[in-house]
C-alpha cells in the first residue's frame, strides 16, 4: 500500500463564479462522526471495529455547494457534478478505488459560503434545525457521467418527480479491465439517521470504482430551525431548553391537526406546538398551500379554490355489468371517461340513449373503420356486456411507442403489434406503471426482438434491466418505414411461465402499460420513457362497460393551479377477490392513504422542491439557514487477484476470488412496496378533530395495523387514555430474492416514532430472523455529544462475514423474504415513514470459493 498521504490543503472550483465545492485529502485520523454501534443477525452492539482509522484507512472530504433556505422551506435538488481531490485523480487515474466505508454531515462554514477553507471551524448544524430526509450521492469514474432522464410521474422511486439524475457508462467508454464499475452509489441509511448509523463494510468488502475523478449529490432537506433562535453557528446553543428543541410554526394538517387543536402533550392551541422535540414539518404534513385536506381547508388556502380536488377513475369491463356502486353516474363523466381509457379509434362518437337492450350506464363499442361510439344509457337496463371471443385494442405513448393487440379465444393467439424508433431499442411492458412492479415486457432492440421480467434487482433500482426470459413469441414481419420500425408477432394467451404474462379474455379488458425508448440498439438505460392505458374492445362491436372505480383526488397549489393525481401500485394482500398474490404486504389491506392521491395527507408528493411548509396565510421569515452537506470517503487501493499474493490464483475481477475486495452490489427493497412511503396514523381518532385519510374512522377503534396493550380507548371510552397505554403500529412485507449473499443491510426511517425493522428468511415455513435493526434515540446530551439531539434516531445497519460477525447469510433461488416494520403510534400519527431495506451483497453461486480466496488475500496483505 502506498503510504497515507498527509492533508496537502483544499482544492475547488466555483459554479458560475457563485457556488464554490472543495475538496481535501486527509492522513490518518479518527471518525468524523465520533464512534457507531453495528448489529449482526438479532445481536446489537457486537464487538467490530468500527474506527476507520484504526484499520489503517485512509480518506478524503468533499463539501456541496451551499444550501440556504428559510423556515419551512424544502431543498431538494440536484447540485451539480463536482472534482474531487486533484491528487486522488492523478494516484487512481486507471486504477481502482475500494471506498470502505463513508461518513456524512452538514456543516455551517468559515468564511460563509467558503467551504474547506477553514475545516477545522466547521460547525454541524443540528438535525433538528436542518432535517435530512434522504440523500442520493454518486462517486463518478472516468468512464462514467451524469444524466438527467425523464420519468413516469407514476415512478414511486421518483416521488412524483418528471426528472432525475442517474449514472451511467459514457458512451464509447471502454470497460474497466479489472471489471470493476464507473461509478458508485451512495444511499444507505440515508436519513435522519445518517450521521450516528455506520456506512462501512467488512475487512475484504468494498464498493469499487475505476479511475475515480468527481462526485454529486442529490439532497433532501427540511428547514425546521425556528428563526426566533437564530440561524448561524453562534446560535448553536440557544432554544436548546429542557427538551432540546423549540418549534415554530406549523400548518394545520401538521401532525394530524392534534398541535392545532392543543392536544399534543403541553401544546397550547394555535399554529406552534408545544413540548415536543420535533417538528412536524419533517413528515411533509400537506397543507394550505399544496395539497392540504378539505376537512382543514374546507375553503381552500388564501388564494380561495381547494387545494384538494375530487374527481374518479374508470376501467373497461368485457364481460359483466359493473357493480352497483360503479355505475357512471352522467353522460359528461361517461364520454370524459371513454376519451381517457385508451380506445383505439380514429373518432369517438357521444351519444345519450334509453334503452333497455343496451347495458346500464357507459358503454363503448368498435364500429367500422376504426370509429367508436361512447354510449350513456339512462335505463336501468338488466343488459350485461357480452364481448365476443376476439378483442383488439392499441395505443401510442408519448414517447412514440405504439403497441397493438389482438386476442382471439378460439386459435388461442395474441396477436402484438410493437412499433417504435428505428434509431434505437423501444419496449413495453404490460400490467404496470413502473419498472419496480416487475412486467413482462416486450422489447425491440434492431433486428432482435426478446422477453425480458424488469426491475428485478430492487425496487429502487428501476433502472435494472432485469432478467432475460425463454422466447415465447413468433415474429411475423419485421419491417422499417419513415424511421418507424414495427414488429408483429404471436404467441398463445397463456404466458410459457410464470413470469410470461397471461392474457385473458375474462380480465384483461384496461392495462396499464410501461414504454421506454433507447438511445441504440444495445438494450441499456432508456432514453425516456411514460406510461399508458389500453382498453381492448370487441372486434365485432359488441359493447364494453364502462365501471367508476371509485374517486381520484388532485393534489393542487393555493388557488386551484399545478394539480396532479396519482395511484400507487400498493402491495395486495396475500388474499382477496383476484386470488392468491405474490409478493404481498399490508398496505391495501389497511386502507393507507399514501396509496392514492384521494386520501393522500402527507409525505414527498407535498413536499417538493422549493415548497414552502406552511399554510397560506402564515408569513415566511426572510432570514436563511446557510450550510453545506460533507462527506468523508474511507477507501484502500484495490488489488486485482494476480497482485494480491502469489498463493492466490484467481480471475482479475473485482467479484472474482483472490482480489483486495469483493464489490458489494447494491440490494434494495422496501417494506411499503411500490408505495415509496406510508402513513402511520394516530391509534385512535380523535373526538371534534379530523383523520386525514380515515375521514370516518369509529371512535375508540385502533386504526388499520394498530395494536394496543393497557388501559386504552374503548368506543365506550373514546377519550381514556391510561398511563399504561401503549400502541404499535406494524406493516410486513413478503417478496423473495434471488442470488445474493447480504453484508450490509442499513434500515432507512424516521424520527421520531421508529421502533425497529426487521429482515426474515423465510425457506423452511418457519421465520429466521437474518437482521434486526433497533433504534437508538437521542437523550438530548448535545453537550457532549452534538448528535444526541432528543429523539432523533441512530438505526446501526447489520454486518456479515467479519471480526465479531454472524456468517454471511446465502440466498439462493426465489427465496421467500419477510419484513417488519414497527412504529409508536400511541397518540400521535406521522405521515410520509419508511421501512426501506438499503442492503449490499455480492452474487451467489461460487460464494464459497469467493470467500475462501478473499479471506486468503485480506490475510496476505495484512
Not at 433486428?447 to 426470459?469: D, I, P, S, W
Not at 404481498?584 to 389491506?589: A, C, K, N, V
Request: glycine share 12%; with cysteine.
Amino acid at each position: 500500500r502506498s503510504e497515507p498521504y498527509k492533508r496537502t490543503g483544499c482544492f475547488g472550483s466555483s459554479i458560475r463564479g457563485s457556488m464554490p465545492p472543495f475538496a481535501a485529502i486527509f492522513a490518518l485520523a479518527a471518525n468524523m462522526n465520533g464512534r457507531y454501534s453495528v448489529s449482526s443477525g438479532g445481536r446489537h452492539d457486537v464487538p467490530f471495529n468500527d474506527d476507520y482509522a484504526s484499520r489503517g484507512l485512509e480518506y478524503f472530504d468533499v463539501w456541496s455547494p451551499e444550501i440556504a433556505t428559510h423556515y419551512a422551506e424544502v431543498f431538494w435538488t440536484d447540485m451539480g457534478t463536482h472534482p474531487i481531490p486533484p491528487e486522488i485523480v492523478r494516484r487512481f487515474a486507471n486504477k481502482t478505488m475500494a471506498i470502505v466505508g463513508y461518513e456524512m454531515d452538514q456543516v455551517m462554514v468559515q468564511p460563509t459560503g467558503k467551504p474547506g477553507v477553514h475545516p477545522e471551524k466547521d460547525v454541524s448544524v443540528p438535525i433538528n434545525w436542518a432535517y435530512n430526509h434522504h440523500y442520493e450521492t454518486w462517486l463518478l469514474g472516468a468512464a462514467a457521467e451524469m444524466e438527467r432522464v425523464s420519468v413516469d410521474p407514476n415512478d414511486v422511486s421518483s416521488h412524483g418527480a418528471a426528472t432525475r439524475m442517474v449514472a451511467r457508462h459514457r458512451a464509447g467508454a471502454a470497460a474497466s479491465p479489472d471489471g470493476a464499475p464507473s461509478s458508485q452509489w451512495f444511499s444507505e441509511g440515508n436519513g435522519g439517521e445518517s450521521r450516528k448509523s455506520f456506512h462501512g463494510y467488512p475487512a475484504g468488502f468494498a464498493q469499487l470504482v475505476r479511475s475515480p475523478r468527481a462526485w454529486h449529490t442529490t439532497p433532501m432537506q427540511i428547514d425546521i430551525r425556528n428563526r426566533d433562535c437564530g440561524a448561524t453557528p453562534d446560535d448553536v446553543a440557544r432554544c436548546s431548553g429542557p427538551h432540546g428543541f423549540t418549534p415554530g410554526p406549523e400548518p394545520r394538517q401538521a401532525r394530524y391537526g392534534l398541535a392545532v387543536a392543543g392536544l399534543v402533550p403541553g401544546g397550547p392551541k394555535g399554529g406552534v406546538p408545544g413540548a415536543t422535540n420535533y417538528s412536524g414539518l419533517l413528515e411533509c404534513p400537506c397543507n394550505g398551500r399544496y395539497g392540504g385536506d378539505p376537512a382543514f381547508y374546507p375553503d381552500g388556502g388564501k388564494g380561495g379554490s381547494r387545494t384538494r380536488v375530487l374527481t374518479h377513475d374508470f376501467k373497461g369491463v368485457a364481460v359483466g355489468a359493473c357493480g352497483a356502486a360503479a355505475h357512471v353516474l352522467s353522460a359528461e363523466a361517461c364520454f370524459g371517461a371513454v376519451a381517457q381509457l385508451g380506445v383505439n379509434a380514429t373518432s369517438i362518437r357521444n351519444e345519450t340513449v334509453h334503452s333497455s337492450s343496451l347495458p346500464r350506464g357507459c358503454s363503448v363499442s368498435r364500429g367500422a373503420r376504426g370509429a367508436s361510439s361512447a354510449t350513456f344509457n339512462t335505463a336501468h337496463s338488466t343488459v350485461s356486456c357480452e364481448a365476443g371471443a376476439r378483442r383488439v385494442g392499441q395505443v401510442t405513448s408519448l414517447v412514440g411507442v405504439t403497441l397493438g393487440i389482438a386476442l382471439d379465444a378460439a386459435s388461442d393467439a395474441a396477436t402484438l403489434t410493437l412499433s417504435g424508433p428505428a434509431g434505437g431499442w423501444f419496449g413495453a411492458g404490460l400490467h404496470a406503471l413502473v419498472m419496480s412492479d416487475q412486467p413482462y415486457t416486450i422489447v425491440v432492440a434492431g433486428e432482435e426482438v426478446f422477453e425480458q421480467k424488469l426491475g428485478t434487482c430492487g425496487e429502487e433500482a428501476q433502472h435494472c434491466a432485469g432478467t432475460r426470459l425463454a422466447a415465447s413469441v413468433t415474429v411475423l414481419s419485421d419491417s422499417v418505414s419513415g424511421g418507424v420500425r414495427t414488429v408483429e408477432m404471436s404467441r398463445p394467451l397463456r404466458g410459457r411461465t410464470d413470469d410470461h404474462y397471461s392474457f385473458s379474455l375474462a380480465a384483461n379488458t384496461t392495462l396499464n402499460l410501461i414504454t421506454a425508448v433507447g438511445y441504440s440498439h444495445a438494450f441499456g438505460h432508456h432514453k425516456a420513457h411514460h406510461h399508458a392505458t389500453l382498453t381492448l374492445t370487441d372486434a365485432a362491436g359488441a359493447p364494453t362497460c364502462v365501471c367508476d372505480q371509485g374517486g381520484r383526488g388532485d393534489l393542487c397549489h393555493d388557488g386551484g393551479t399545478g394539480c396532479a393525481h396519482f395511484v400507487k401500485e400498493c402491495a395486495p394482500p396475500r388474499h382477496d377477490a383476484a386470488g392468491e398474490h405474490y409478493p404481498f404486504g399490508d398496505l391495501l389491506e389497511q386502507r393507507n392513504p399514501t396509496c392514492s392521491s384521494m386520501s393522500y395527507a402527507g409525505g414527498l408528493r407535498c413536499c417538493g422542491h422549493g415548497r414552502i411548509m406552511l399554510d397560506a396565510d402564515q408569513p415566511v421569515r426572510p432570514e436563511l439557514l446557510r450550510y453545506h452537506h460533507k462527506y468523508r470517503f474511507w477507501f484502500e487501493e484495490y488489488l486485482p487477484a494476480p497482485r494480491a499474493h502469489a498463493a492466490v490464483q484467481a480471475p482479475a475481477a473485482p467479484s472474482g476470488g483472490g482480489a483486495s475486495h469483493l464489490n458489494l452490489e447494491r440490494i434494495y427493497y422496501m417494506t411499503e412496496a411500490s408505495a415509496g412511503e406510508y402513513d402511520v396514523p394516530p391509534a385512535f381518532a380523535t373526538p371534534s378533530v379530523p383523520l386525514p385519510g380515515y375521514p370516518s374512522w369509529p371512535l375508540g377503534v385502533p386504526t388499520p395495523g394498530t395494536s394496543c396493550t393497557g388501559s386504552c380507548p374503548t368506543p365506550e371510552q373514546p377519550s381514556r387514555f391510561g398511563a399504561d397505554c401503549e400502541c404499535v403500529h406494524t406493516i410486513t412485507y413478503h417478496w423473495s430474492i434471488d442470488n445474493k449473499s447480504l453484508i450490509y443491510a442499513g434500515g432507512h426511517c424516521h424520527a421520531p416514532s421508529c421502533l425497529d425493522i426487521s429482515l426474515y428468511r423465510n425457506d423452511t415455513g418457519t421465520p429466521q430472523l437474518l437482521c434486526r435493526q433497533a433504534t437508538k434515540y437521542g437523550a438530548g446530551d448535545v453537550k457532549h455529544d452534538k448528535f444526541d439531539e432528543a429523539d432523533f434516531v441512530a438505526l446501526p445497519p447489520c454486518l456479515w462475514e467479519g471480526e465479531g460477525l454472524d456468517p454471511a447469510p446465502w440466498l439462493g433461488p426465489k427465496t421467500p423474504m419477510v419484513s417488519v416494520k414497527r412504529n409508536r403510534n400511541t397518540r400521535l400519527g406521522h405521515f410520509g415513514e419508511m421501512a426501506s431495506w438499503q442492503m449490499r451483497g455480492i452474487p451467489f453461486p461460487a460464494h464459497r470459493a469467493q470467500l475462501a480466496d478473499r479471506k486468503a488475500a485480506v490475510v496476505a496483505r495484512s
